[in-house]
């Protein structure tokens, strides 16, 4: 019988307890960021000097973000070194923008930067404007960077890449930057 | 039963473990990822090196031309000459020639006199006696130029005297290396010629004093087509040396051979102890000796004279270490001072325009030196076109360098765009200061930057140093070359086999 009892109870705490999970997702959910059509709260855009990269040929998007839109959505970004040099510094030709501000009392952001399968580039990021020789963070597998208390709209994470000469292959290749976000209400304990 | 609830207890075990504690955390988790495609393009800024001066500076360029390995012959103290009346010369290995009347005078380059370029100079000789004054030099090609002391002009003496000394190097490429003559010849009453000799031991002379007139014998053609086994770089003529195979034409190898040239051609002195790295011959007076003798010298620092010791059939020490700052290069002996005066100097050029002198008139126990700047300014060794569709600014960044402190000094400059003129990099030797200000240039879309040099060697030996060209736009794009200077100290047909 006590095998019974703990049977039932187990079976009861199962079917519970998800279903609070549940209502805590929910809750999440109502963390104001909104996704879909209308622009994200925070997003990864072209960076101030990525107009003469863009000029000069060393860096492209397959789909440039349109018009009215800065927003850099699942589509690859193109780089290109120039045959020969020693190397290639394409400063703050990338950055992630915040586009309303938030509040401390209302949670912390952070940014993880992963880089992977990238040989020979170095991706550099700083929360303040990257300068020559380079400032900032390199990247040479994963960084997270915290995002400090904001009010303004604007850019909050500055990205450099770095072309070094064993790039400058004839052989085109590819590989990935990921970028995630994580935001956490008030009193949230983790730390990434 | 039993089974079904341990089924349950199982599978809710399960569920609270799948969606309990990861909502411990109501994170917001917002993950994309980028694919970057890594690929190259031509670069739109590209080094141009068609202003190449061979044998002066070559650069060697990669395929793309964004990498230069630049081979930079530098200019320094190449040959020392005392004439008929006791006036020393010397010439740089651009022919700028230098001579001390009552104070130091210059020539200026037959190069820069208007004469088409001939080779560099290997070595100079002057004739100064009743009928002439000629300050000659010869190339490593082998043309003749040749200054008019009396009419203040440089002549072509290949051309005006008929001399064909050049076709031995286009037919067979070996580098003439000396010229001397018989000083004081026609004070003892014999003709005064000039004596061409190459790295093979091939001799010409040209007899001046029958151009002349005077004696109405011509000593003039070639006096030796016999390749020696070693290679003669330096050559000394005593005055009675004014006929074919009169014994009194000398020469000497890098390797410590001596020469003497006879009617069957070029014979190897009996030496019991030969010298090596060697540099310089010359006739002077021996006190302990009590006669003329050979004296040599070697490229080494801290090394002194040695003369000839007939008895012994050796080389032995004379007087104490030549004072040295940069390298050994040539040694001369002033005949005039000798045989009219009584006093007996030598005098030892180093590439670094220093000569060292004995000061006693006696022998060489004492010796001092002098120091005569000549600072040498290329015109555009390479340059940098850019095709870019936006202006750069551009720098050069020292990285590092191998054996620096054989130049005296060494600048770099960039001319830009804009015709600024732009101290990029500076080093200088005797106050050792390493200097790279950087100072940045203007590349304009569509234009070019010039570099330019000034440079002195100090020693002998090569220098070669590393650096970045780093070309950026507003702090936006940087893209930084590689250009290699390597300088050359020495001619090529001088063996220099170690650094020091």
């Not at chain 1, 699942?74 to 915040?98: A, K, P, R």
């Not at chain 1, 400090?148 to 770095?162: A, N, W």
Request: proline share 5%.
């Amino acid at each position: 019988m006590q095998i019974k009892s703990l049977a039932l109870l187990s079976t009861i705490l199962g079917i519970l307890v998800p279903m609070l999970v549940a209502a805590t997702v929910v809750i999440s959910y109502e963390y104001p960021l909104t996704f879909g059509s209308t622009k994200p709260y925070i997003y990864l855009a072209p960076g101030p000097n990525y107009p003469e990269a863009s000029e000069m040929g060393l860096i492209s998007l397959t789909n440039p973000p349109p018009s009215n839109s800065n927003v850099i959505m699942q589509q690859t970004i193109i780089i290109n070194n120039v045959t020969g040099s020693d190397s290639v510094y394409l400063l703050n030709v990338l950055e992630i923008v915040n586009t309303s501000g938030w509040d401390t009392s209302n949670g912390v952001v952070y940014v993880l930067i992963n880089v992977s399968n990238l040989n020979h580039v170095a991706v550099i990021a700083s929360t303040s404007p990257i300068n020559w020789p380079t400032s900032g963070i390199n990247i040479t597998s994963s960084y997270a960077f915290y995002i400090p208390k904001t009010t303004t709209s604007g850019p909050v994470l500055y990205i450099s890449l770095c072309l070094w000469s064993g790039s400058a292959s004839s052989v085109t290749y590819t590989g990935t930057i990921y970028i995630t976000y994580y935001v956490e209400p008030a009193g949230s304990t983790y730390t990434p | 039963m039993d089974k079904i609830f341990q089924i349950f207890i199982i599978f809710s075990i399960v569920f609270i473990l799948m969606f309990e504690i990861p909502v411990t955390k109501s994170d917001v988790i917002i993950s994309n990822n980028y694919p970057v495609s890594v690929g190259t393009r031509s670069p739109c800024i590209t080094f141009d090196n068609s202003t190449n001066f061979y044998p002066y500076w070559t650069t060697h360029l990669n395929s793309y031309k964004d990498q230069a390995y630049m081979n930079l012959t530098s200019i320094w103290a190449q040959d020392i000459y005392v004439d008929d009346s006791g006036i020393v010369y010397y010439t740089d290995n651009y022919g700028t020639v230098f001579y001390y009347y009552y104070g130091w005078y210059y020539i200026p380059s037959p190069y820069y006199s208007g004469f088409s370029y001939a080779g560099p100079i290997v070595s100079i000789a002057v004739i100064d006696d009743s009928y002439y004054w000629y300050v000659a030099l010869l190339t490593e090609y082998g043309y003749v130029f040749v200054y008019d002391m009396n009419a203040g002009a440089w002549f072509n003496a290949s051309h005006v005297w008929g001399l064909t000394l050049q076709n031995v190097w286009n037919n067979g490429h070996s580098p003439w290396t000396s010229v001397t003559s018989n000083v004081l010849g026609d004070y003892e009453g014999y003709d005064e010629l000039f004596i061409f000799t190459n790295l093979n031991g091939e001799v010409y002379a040209f007899d001046t004093t029958y151009n002349a007139t005077r004696t109405g014998k011509n000593y003039s053609g070639w006096w030796s087509v016999t390749p020696t086994n070693d290679k003669i770089i330096s050559t000394v003529a005593f005055y009675d040396e004014y006929r074919k195979g009169s014994n009194d034409l000398y020469g000497i190898s890098f390797t410590g051979n001596v020469y003497q040239l006879k009617k069957n051609g070029w014979n190897t002195l009996r030496v019991s102890n030969k010298i090596s790295n060697t540099i310089g011959i010359t006739i002077g007076y021996s006190t302990d000796l009590n006669q003329y003798t050979l004296f040599i010298i070697q490229l080494n620092n801290n090394t002194p004279m040695y003369e000839y010791n007939p008895n012994t059939q050796s080389f032995q020490t004379y007087g104490v270490n030549i004072d040295t700052e940069g390298t050994n290069q040539a040694v001369t002996f002033d005949m005039y001072d000798s045989i009219i005066n009584g006093y007996n100097y030598w005098y030892v050029l180093q590439t670094n325009d220093t000569i060292a002198y004995t000061t006693d008139g006696i022998d060489a126990n004492s010796w001092g030196d002098v120091f005569v700047y000549d600072l040498y300014q290329t015109n555009t060794a390479l340059k940098l076109d850019s095709s870019c569709p936006l202006n750069f600014v551009i720098s050069l960044n020292y990285i590092n360098s191998k054996y620096i402190y054989n130049m005296y000094n060494f600048t770099v400059y960039f001319k830009g765009s804009d015709n600024k003129l732009n101290l990029e990099f500076y080093y200088n030797w005797p106050q050792n200061i390493l200097k790279n200000p950087a100072n940045p240039a203007n590349l304009y879309s569509g234009n070019s930057v010039l570099i330019n040099f000034t440079y002195m060697p100090n020693m002998a030996y090569n220098s070669t140093i590393y650096f970045e060209v780093n070309l950026e736009t507003g702090n936006a794009i940087i893209i930084t070359y590689f250009y290699e200077i390597n300088i050359i100290n020495h001619y090529s047909y001088i063996p220099i086999t170690y650094e020091p």
